[in-house]
């Protein structure tokens, strides 16, 4: 019996069935089903010209999750980046990519904005308990990244 079917019965089927009291029972439905988000904060360090980001753990999660948006917050421009030296932003899980973004002359991150990484693939989002997800950034020979934040939205299913 879901939740949802269990508050119903708590409330009374008879007052959820009278039109007056079906707000009441729509919005215990809307609470329990609510799915929160959370965000993963984590610091990146500036990288200098032609040096990486090899591979860091991010993030494990206890329980698994499903990520659903993963962006960065820059604390700078990213003046030095064009076609011939592109930053890339890869977090994954294993050898699997979640989202990857490369930034070039076209592509530019805004500074103190949240820059999206791009849609979460649709295989590999979903995470499973105590898998670690991993940040790279691979920079060109003259490309330089700014410090900043990366943020990863998730949820996690039901205990």
């Known amino acids: 019996m879901s939740l949802s079917a269990i508050a119903r019965k ?9 039109a007056a009291a079906k707000e009441i029972c729509d919005a215990v439905d809307y609470a329990i089903n609510e799915v ?23 993030g494990v999660f206890p329980q698994g999750a499903v990520i ?4 960065f ?14 930053a890339v932003y890869r977090l994954r899980q294993g050898s699997n ?20 990484l791009g849609t979460p693939d649709a295989t590999y989002k ?5 898998t670690p997800i991993l940040l790279t950034i691979t920079n060109g020979s003259m490309a330089a990244t700014p410090a900043g934040q990366l943020l990863v939205q998730y949820t ?3 205990a």
Request: aromatic share 2%; with cysteine.
């Open 73 to 86: 917050l820059a604390t700078a421009g990213f003046g030095t980046v064009d076609d011939s030296n592109t």
């Open 10 to 18: 708590l409330l009374g089927i008879a007052m959820c069935n009278n």
């Open 126 to 130: 979903t995470v499973a308990a105590d």
């Open 68 to 71: 659903t948006k993963v962006a």
């Open 156 to 158: 996690v299913p039901d």
């Open 36 to 58: 929160a988000v959370k965000t993963l904060t984590v610091p990146v360090a500036a990288l200098t010209a032609g040096n990486d980001l090899a591979e860091v753990i991010v």
């Open 97 to 116: 990519t979640i989202v990857s973004k490369t930034y070039n002359t076209a592509t530019q991150p805004t500074a103190s904005a949240i820059n999206d």
